[in-house]
């Protein structure tokens, strides 16, 4: 609790969310694959493929939305832009130095 800075009560809506989240995400990827055709004859590849892709962009997306409906949206976008900004996508706040001008 101390490492994110959140109430008790807070965090039992941060662990739901997660659970929604990851059980939310596992069915659509699920949902998709069948609605694409994919059956017991289909390889297997193309299969893990298409759910790891689903699985890991969706679940980006699909965290948002159920934190949105938990009241926890404002946490995990900060989770989110961490996360982008570390692969690179994201931008870094500009350190701000008193004894240089920044210049535009």
């Not at 989240?21 to 949902?31: F, Y």
Request: proline content about 3%; charged content about 15%; aromatic content about 20%.
């Amino acid at each position: 609790m101390s490492k994110w800075n959140v109430s008790s009560s807070q965090l039992v809506l941060i662990l739901c969310v997660f659970a929604v989240t990851g059980t939310l995400t596992a069915w659509i990827s699920r949902s998709i694959t069948a609605w694409v055709g994919f059956d017991d004859e289909t390889f297997w590849l193309w299969k893990l493929l298409l759910r790891l892709f689903i699985l890991i962009f969706g679940y980006q997306i699909i965290i948002l939305i159920v934190a949105f409906f938990f009241g926890q949206f404002r946490f995990f976008w900060n989770y989110e832009k961490k996360i982008l900004r570390y692969f690179g996508i994201g931008k870094d706040k500009p350190e701000v130095n008193p004894q240089k001008p920044t210049t535009l």
